[in-house]
């Protein structure tokens, strides 16, 4: 099983700037995409920013250009640097990573895990 721990959440003024961090760990036999998600009360969880082995990155567009998302494959870790955060970032904020992971019958898949998540607030 992997564990996925995200830290790095709080409270922040509208400009301000917070950085995430994710760290996934336990047997895996690579991690494949690592992703930044945000749920608010009442709403559905939505994407905001997905980095894959590779490096290539996406982005809501609410978050283009304010937001980056960076990894560290040989740890498997994953950062979100929020800049000029407005209000409406605020919501609870997980990580989910990809990553294959032997069956029980030995076939590898690609398994989604998921973190606890991260509070971030942001006021006006």
């Known amino acids: 099983q992997v564990r996925v721990v995200e830290s790095g959440g709080g409270l922040a003024q509208s400009g301000g700037s917070l950085r995430l961090s994710c760290a996934a760990s336990g047997p895996t036999y690579g991690i494949n995409d690592m992703g930044w998600y945000r749920q608010e009360p009442g709403r559905q969880r939505e994407l905001v920013a997905n980095?894959?082995?590779?490096?290539?990155?996406t982005y809501s567009e609410s978050v283009k250009g304010r937001f980056a998302i960076s990894r560290v494959n040989a740890k498997n870790i994953m950062y979100l640097q929020m800049d000029n955060l407005k209000p409406e970032d605020t919501g609870v904020y997980y990580c989910k990573v990809i990553s294959k992971t032997m069956a029980t019958n030995g076939r590898i898949l690609d398994v989604d895990y998921w973190g606890q998540g991260t509070q971030v607030t942001v006021s006006s």
């Open positions: 980095i894959d082995s590779d490096r290539i990155t």
